[in-house]
């Protein structure tokens, strides 16, 4: 309780926020850099152009292989297609995703956030036309410190209508998932689309050009809750970008390196250049160890070989490597890697669960369902013939494309049953006489319908009857069988 | 206060706040200016926010706001797209016929729906939630009509009610036989129970049903028929259907003859428009029972 120290709760001081420091990364050349270059690619091509790919559903279907229809209420990917009943496709999916996350995470680390995470492929992205307007790192420092001139606002003018451009094509392009792409393009080109196709766009556009322009590494550092959730998640055996202290230290300039060797002293590889924390996105120096601001993006590991290359020595100074080895090798031990570990069992199998749950969901997707809901009030009704009558409300779905016919039976009756649906007369191919009746459905959709059982006069009837509805597809056979209960008075 | 000691914390380097709570050591990490300046905004954001928008509850009502924005608004104008959308579907159910109605499955649907909310609002309190009526109420889920159970008949019944206001509704009246005195105690206590026997009651000892029967043939059978199957036309109750209005009784007949309750059914036509009483009519015949 007792403290010699003054709280510092005056409002005059000014601790209290830092203004964020910029970071001016250098371009690094190397191994990571063009895997990322590569990611790169693929990913931004994949947002931007997967609204454009077409794909044949028939004539009443939209032809656009990834589409969410919000008004029509489906979901379209590829050959997949989602009613809005079938959602649980997408909680699979986000189980998977975090499942992964907690996968990559125990073998590499931080492989989401170094090379996938849309925050660190939009700011790479964003970097580069800043490093192609304004030049390098020690052209952009002087940039930045030189006073305004015609040639700085042409700069930075250009970069951020470059940035502005990129930005507004990723709010763009966002739109095009929610509505046909080439009408949405067309629409908006004339000033035709709706107002919230607008509206999402302008605010795409502020996000990528705020976050990936000017918060950059903030998001990360104090925006995102993956940083915290993986420290808790991580062990000694996941990869890390990792300083190999053991063979760094004590590090030293280069000559005074030598000198020491000469002297007979200790002397690390690590010649204090500085270059790894130049070359860092989020101004991190690695060699403190491990710590949240590190993205692991391994462009240090660049960085540092190259220098390792000039010098002379093994590159790999900066690694992927485990918390054990560099201990492990601090005794002289050989090194380990252990990928197969309780943790990263167990996430295969949780992944592989799900995925083999969903394929089999997939595979198994019925085109057809009925839903069937007995009349609560009244539970049956006497007819004057003596029969009773129980009626049900059925809701048909048809997920095929064009109108599909149906025989509706109803099955466990006795002889003598009969079923009606109100307003559909029986026609000729209604095979078992008057049990069964001939529906159907229009494409991609539901029709509700009040189905009547009678059972035969006279007959005495128990209870509660177990029966059940059969709907079959007259053209494929696809059956669907629902079970439900027969009423009468009796015990 | 104003020279307060500054304290570097040894592991991390970092000063202190000099707050400390059992030993432990608050670390001055300051907080990005950003993030002030979002704190900023979002009080300037939520004064803007008060005028613009309704905000502040005042004794009586509340602040308007600039904007003069009201969710009851947005909920009135989204319900009256929902009625103007449905009205479209009403204009096509009221040119088609009921049979129409019946046999196309969009217009079913809609006149299914709509008739059971009207029948809920309009037609449970008397013939129950699930229509199958009480002593007095007919049950409309059976297949025993007083005035018929085809689609038609059913419109027009809800459209004018029995024994109701309107000019066009449906009557017919039984003559009380007892109170009136138009037939002697013994003779209604015959009859009723020759209509007991004839809808497969239990009769009453030392009856003469066959007395009962001609004085059914001479006072009843014009509107009942000869076989006690009612008429439809006239609004005649059939005597051997399974449930009675008032009671099925050899009692229960007695009392009836006696001196007749006569139940009254509204005339929902002005109150409902045609819409809705086609729709009632579909629904209802769609229950099980219809024609
Ligand atoms: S910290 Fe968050 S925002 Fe930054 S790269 Fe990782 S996941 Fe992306
Ligand atoms: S320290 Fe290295 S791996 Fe970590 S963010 Fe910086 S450059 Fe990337």
């Known amino acids: ?491 | 206060m104003a020279e307060h000691k500054k304290e570097i914390d040894q592991v991390t380097g970092i000063e202190t706040t000099g707050h400390e709570w059992d030993g432990l050591k608050e670390l001055n990490n300051p907080l990005p200016k950003w993030w002030l300046y979002i704190f900023y905004g979002s009080i300037i954001w939520s004064i803007a926010y008060w005028i613009l928008m309704p905000s502040w509850p005042l004794v009586n009502g509340y602040t308007k706001g600039l904007l003069n924005y009201s969710q009851r608004a947005v909920a009135t104008e989204e319900f009256d797209v929902a009625a103007a959308e449905r009205a479209k579907v009403g204009e096509k159910l009221m040119e088609a016929s009921l049979e129409e109605i019946r046999d196309t499955p969009a217009l079913l649907e809609f006149a299914m729906a709509q008739g059971k909310v009207a029948f809920g609002d309009n037609c449970a309190p008397c013939h129950g939630t699930g229509a199958t009526g009480f002593e007095g109420y007919p049950n409309l889920q059976d297949d025993s009509w007083i005035w018929g159970g085809d689609l038609d008949t059913l419109a027009t019944t809800i459209s004018y009610g029995v024994r109701a206001e309107h000019d066009e509704t449906r009557f017919a009246e039984m003559p009380a036989f007892g109170r009136d005195e138009l037939l002697e105690k013994d003779e209604i206590i015959q009859v009723s129970n020759y209509v007991g026997s004839v809808a497969g009651l239990p009769v009453q000892d030392g009856v003469d049903l066959e007395a009962g029967k001609v004085i059914f043939e001479e006072n009843c059978a014009s509107c009942h028929m000869e076989n006690a199957k009612g008429d439809m036309e006239t609004g005649s109750p059939n005597l051997t259907a399974p449930t009675y209005l008032y009671g099925k009784s050899v009692e229960n007949i007695i009392a009836q003859v006696n001196a007749p309750r006569h139940g009254v059914m509204p005339a929902w036509i002005d109150r409902l428009g045609e819409t809705t009483v086609k729709s009632l009519a579909v629904y209802v015949h769609s229950l099980g029972g219809g024609q």
């Not at chain 1, 000017?214 to 915290?228: A, L, N, S, T």
């Not at chain 1, 030293?252 to 030598?258: D, P």
């Not at chain 1, 309780?342 to 669960?353: D, S």
């Not at chain 1, 494309?401 to 009606?420: A, R």
């Open chain 1, 1 to 491: 309780m007792s403290s010699q120290v003054e709280p510092i709760d005056n409002e005059e001081d000014e601790t209290w926020f830092a203004s964020a420091a910029k970071i001016y990364p250098m371009e690094v050349k190397g191994r990571f850099r063009k895997i990322k270059w590569i990611i790169l690619f693929i990913t931004l091509g994949i947002y931007y152009f997967t609204p454009f790919i077409r794909w044949d559903r028939g004539p009443l279907l939209p032809d656009q292989a990834v589409l969410v229809d919000f008004e029509r209420k489906r979901g379209y990917f590829f050959f997949l297609e989602i009613w809005p009943q079938e959602v649980y496709y997408l909680a699979g999916l986000l189980i998977i995703a975090a499942v992964g996350l907690f996968l990559m995470n125990a073998i590499a680390g931080r492989l989401w956030c170094g090379y996938l995470c849309p925050q660190t492929v939009w700011t790479d992205l964003f970097f580069r036309i800043e490093h192609m307007v304004e030049g390098d790192r020690r052209k952009r420092m002087a940039l930045d410190k030189q006073p305004w001139n015609a040639q700085k606002i042409l700069k930075k003018g250009t970069k951020h209508f470059l940035w502005l451009m990129i930005a507004w094509w990723t709010g763009g392009a966002w739109v095009l998932y929610f509505s046909d792409a080439p009408t949405l393009v067309y629409d908006l080109a004339t000033g035709q689309a709706a107002f919230s196709a607008y509206l999402w766009i302008g605010i795409l556009t502020f996000t990528t050009y705020s976050l990936a322009g000017h918060m950059r590494e903030q998001v990360c550092v104090y925006m995102c809750p993956w940083p915290r959730i993986q420290a808790a998640l991580t062990d000694e055996h996941a990869l890390n970008v990792t300083y190999r202290y053991d063979r760094g230290e004590p590090r030293g300039r280069l000559k005074e390196n030598k000198k020491r060797i000469a002297e007979g002293l200790p002397a690390g590889d690590c010649i204090d250049c500085n270059q790894c924390v130049h070359a860092c996105p989020t101004g991190v120096d690695i060699r403190k160890g491990s710590q949240l601001d590190c993205i692991q993006c391994g462009l240090c590991i660049d960085a540092c070989d190259a220098i390792m290359n000039k010098v002379g020595k093994p590159t790999g100074l900066i690694a992927y490597d485990t918390d054990v080895n560099i201990e492990r090798r601090e005794r002289g031990e050989k090194e380990v890697y252990r990928l197969i570990r309780p943790r990263t069992v167990i996430y295969t199998a949780v992944i592989a669960a799900i995925a083999g749950v969903m394929l089999y969901a997939q595979l198994n997707r019925s085109m057809t369902d009925l839903s069937v809901v007995h009349d609560r009030n009244p539970l049956y009704v006497l007819q004057s013939d003596g029969a009773y009558r129980n009626g049900y409300a059925l809701r048909l779905l048809n997920k095929h494309n064009n109108e599909q016919n149906f025989t509706l039976s109803v099955e466990d009756m006795p002889e003598g049953s009969v079923l009606e649906v109100v307003g559909v007369h029986r026609t000729a191919s209604d095979v078992v006489k008057d049990t069964a009746i001939t529906l159907s459905v229009d494409a991609d959709t539901t029709r509700s319908v009040r189905a009547l059982v009678f059972s035969p006069p006279g007959v005495e009837m128990p209870g509660s009857k177990p029966m059940s509805f059969k709907l079959v597809n007259t053209e494929t056979g696809e059956t669907t069988i629902i079970s439900d209960f027969f009423r009468a008075p009796g015990k």
